[in-house]
């Protein structure tokens, strides 16, 4: 996130940026550091830990929310397929009625010409 309490001078001390300084520490960088550099350590003592639980909580959240959206994406994709079956079945059930139908009306025509060449008597 770019709302990050960061500064490059804190922490140097051990490498790491995540360091909480002690109080010592902010005293003695107040003797005679930058006054930022004092503000920034002080922030992080106030601040930093609500700050870390709060990434790592939006970190979950996001992690739960890409494992949902590829839920949803997956089940979409098994819905998509089950309509695109249900349409060939459709078509096909279609196909066959129109076939049938088709027959039937042949065959009554045949029936109708077949008593229509037979003489009256």
């Known amino acids: 996130m770019n709302n990050e309490f960061t500064d490059q001078n804190c922490g140097q001390g051990n490498g ?23 503000i920034v350590q002080v922030r992080e003592l106030l ?39 249900a349409k060939a079945q459709t078509d096909h059930a ?4 129109v076939e049938a139908i088709g027959a039937a009306i042949a065959e009554l025509g045949d029936k109708i010409k077949g008593l229509a060449a037979k003489p009256m008597a």
């Open 94 to 97: 279609r196909e066959s009625g």
């Open 16 to 38: 790491s940026a995540n360091t909480v300084a002690s109080p010592s520490t902010i005293a003695e960088a107040a003797a005679g550091a930058d006054p930022a550099s004092v």
């Open 47 to 85: 601040f930093g830990d609500h700050r870390r639980s709060t990434e790592g909580s939006l970190k979950g959240l996001e992690e739960k929310l890409a494992a949902l959206t590829a839920t949803v994406e997956a089940r979409f994709a098994d819905l998509e397929r089950r309509l695109v079956e």
